[in-house]
């Protein structure tokens, strides 16, 4: 599948719309042609984005629902076949980060991280695959983080439920790659958005090669456009991924934990 194809009109479906990198990537995408449909739970805000949408010429539908609820999302896939046509693009994006000490982190907190980031993406591809593989292929992008190579200190289970998305997403395009299906996962490093951004973030957090979401935006569309199975951004983030898989655990150790002392307890 062509994103780009001028005979065909793309049905997209992200999650996550109203802010940050899923509000970004719809008004991009709509620009491009895509029909887009907007899924979250801030109505208002899928609103203003529509609104902004139709105003560049775009299409664009509000379908508001949370990706912990799989009915939610099955009732939003309805909507959209109703109105269109079933999605031949899903972007998983919802998110959630909480910014805290391991032995500080309420336990309603992990499972809100492991709900939202994981689950929440499970949830969207599981009820997608089936209707992209009845209609002959699809392309599913979903957003993991470059917090996937490794644990990374104050971000333990936003850490671990990005590693689960990058290997459930290899799972489904092994397995559905003859089906015409196409994954790619995106693993951005610090962007700014309102989850790096909030009040939330403990003061100083260093946030090294942040980017904008605009530019950001921009590498994704390519990455989609040339059906990357997986990419990481930018590229010194990237490169300190790939060290960080191959270098033993206690060297990791040794430099991440004077870091994550200084980080903590300055």
């Known amino acids: 599948m062509n994103i780009n194809h001028a005979s065909m009109v793309t049905t997209t479906f992200i999650t996550g719309a109203s802010s940050g990198i899923g509000s970004s990537l719809a008004i991009a995408l709509a620009k491009k042609g895509h029909r887009v449909a907007l ?10 984005i529509k609104k902004e949408i139709k105003k560049n010429g775009g299409k664009a539908l509000v379908v508001t629902g949370d990706v912990t609820d799989s009915n939610s999302i099955e009732k939003a896939f309805e909507k959209i076949e109703r109105e269109w046509s079933a999605p031949d693009m899903i972007v998983a994006n919802a998110g959630v980060a909480h910014w805290v000490k391991t032995t500080e982190m309420k336990l309603k907190e992990a499972h809100q991280t492991v709900d939202v980031n ?54 489904v395009r092994v397995e559905n790659k003859a089906k015409g299906i196409v994954v790619t996962t995106i693993c951005p490093g610090f962007i700014k958005t309102p989850m790096v951004t909030d009040k939330y973030i403990p ?53 991440i934990i004077p870091f994550a002392r200084w980080w903590f307890f300055r």
């Open 203 to 255: 003061k100083g957090t260093p946030l090294p090669f942040i980017m904008d979401v605009e530019k950001s935006t921009k590498k994704i569309i390519k990455v989609i456009e040339h059906k990357r199975s997986q990419h990481t951004y930018p590229l010194p983030i990237a490169l300190l991924g790939k060290i960080g898989l191959i270098i033993p655990n206690s060297m990791y150790d040794k430099l």
């Open 118 to 171: 994981l689950m929440g993406l499970i949830n969207t591809v599981q009820l997608a695959l089936p209707r992209m593989i009845n209609n002959g292929g699809g392309h599913i992008v979903g957003i993991a983080s470059a917090a996937s190579y490794r644990g990374i200190p104050n971000l333990a289970v936003y850490s671990a439920t990005k590693a689960g998305i990058v290997r459930y997403l290899e799972g």
């Open 39 to 48: 899924f979250s739970r801030h109505e208002k805000q899928l609103d203003e």
